[in-house]
């Protein structure tokens, strides 16, 4: 009974677990991303397959841009992230609005744009 009032009270028992590799496509993982050594990467053209992000703990990274989550909310199948991003020239506050699908894809909603989203699948290390 203890361990299950912990786990309602940090409230992240069944948090979707986002870190890895994500693409529109994932026929298109080794087209966007490529390992050096063990570091994950994205490839010189991975904008011609759609791009993609990789995230490790508070960490998003883009081809053009980096984020640090600094809020995330979980409700349900719903995630809701602040993040802090910058890219070369700009500094920005970002949020994400994620639905999950499954354990291995995700939506990305777009408030007050209902007709718009964008699927993400999470490549598999190989």
Not at 72 to 84: E, Q, S
Not at 85 to 106: G, H, P, R, W, Y
Request: charged share 20%.
């Amino acid at each position: 009974m203890l361990l299950a009032s912990l786990l309602g009270a940090s409230g992240r028992a069944d948090a979707l677990d986002l870190n890895g590799a994500w693409v529109s496509d994932a026929d298109n993982c080794p087209k966007v991303f490529a390992r050096n050594g063990s570091q994950l990467g994205f490839t010189e053209m991975s904008d011609a397959y759609g791009g993609g992000f990789i995230i490790n703990g508070d960490q998003i990274a883009g081809k053009f841009a980096r984020c640090r989550i600094k809020a995330r909310k979980d409700n349900g199948p719903y995630v809701n992230l602040i993040a802090a991003c910058a890219t070369d020239i700009m500094l920005s506050s970002v949020q994400f609005n994620l639905k999950e699908l499954d354990s291995n894809s995700l939506v990305r909603l777009f408030p007050g744009m209902e007709d718009m989203e964008i699927r993400y699948h999470r490549c598999l290390a190989k």
